[in-house]
């Protein structure tokens, strides 16, 4: 079973600061989805990374995807009020010949953070 | 309409009810699927339909029945629910059943067993 830890679960901190959110497992994922969920609504994704080592910049959001394909993080520089929700990282498998299972048609989710920025 | 729609966004029902829930993508994707989110676990996925066959059953109990009549549209018929079962339930899509297409979420339905 694939399993993904995110840290930490909970972020309070006040506009203006800079925080990372961090995203870890011990199984290889041919790709790795960021999601953004605001109370009462679906996750909406963010950007999905692929490569060992790549960094994908959405504005002031930082994604990169560790060389071994096995964790991820989420960087926000200058946090604002409007970045508060529930932050999830989703990591996938493409259909190998003879892997076996049904693991490649899933998404693992991570159980998410939780980030509230204070004006 | 785009993206992918779910209704109705609340509902409330007792234990005895039958109840249904909608789900309707129009990004021309092959697979959907339903997930459900409780409060402090991580999303868990239930179903998962790909050209209208179910490939996936994670082991939910038959009190949760899906049905997908054509891949735009998905179902989920609720009957003799429990409390437990109240959750966020989320519906997705994309392009094929596969963990390296993204996947894109309704707004969920809350419910609230009584």
């Known amino acids: 079973t694939q399993l993904l830890e995110q840290s930490p679960q909970f972020l309070s901190i006040q506009e203006g600061e800079n925080l990372t959110v961090y995203c870890n497992s011990s199984?290889?994922?041919?790709?790795l989805q960021w999601y953004r969920q605001e109370p009462g609504e679906g996750p909406v994704l963010l950007v999905t990374?692929?490569?060992?080592?790549e960094v994908k910049k959405l504005k002031r959001l930082t994604f990169q995807f560790g060389d071994a394909r096995k964790d991820s993080s989420l960087h926000i520089t200058a946090a604002q009020p409007g970045d508060t929700g529930l932050y999830l990282c989703?990591?996938?498998?493409?259909?190998?010949?003879?892997?076996?299972?049904?693991?490649?048609?899933?998404?693992?989710f991570g159980q998410g953070t939780i980030l509230t920025v204070h004006p | 309409e785009t993206g992918v729609t779910q209704t109705p966004r609340h509902l409330v029902m007792g234990m005895t009810n039958k109840k249904s829930l909608k789900c309707e993508q129009h990004?021309?994707?092959?697979?959907m699927y339903w997930y459900k989110q409780s409060a402090k676990k991580p999303l868990e996925l239930m179903f998962v339909?790909?050209?209208?066959?179910?490939?996936e059953n994670n082991s939910v109990p038959s009190r949760f029945s899906p049905e997908c009549p054509n891949s735009s549209h998905l179902f989920l018929h609720l009957h003799t629910l429990q409390p437990e079962d109240s959750a966020l339930y989320l519906c997705?899509?994309?392009?094929?059943?596969?963990?390296?297409?993204?996947?894109?979420f309704g707004p969920g339905t809350r419910l609230t067993v009584t």
């Open positions: 997705a899509s994309s392009q094929d059943w596969d963990g390296s297409y993204e996947q894109y």
């Open positions: 990374v692929v490569t060992g080592g």
């Open positions: 989703a990591g996938g498998n493409s259909w190998r010949p003879n892997a076996g299972g049904t693991s490649y048609g899933k998404l693992t």
């Open positions: 339909y790909s050209l209208e066959e179910r490939v």
């Open positions: 199984s290889v994922f041919s790709s």
């Open positions: 990004l021309g994707h092959n697979a």
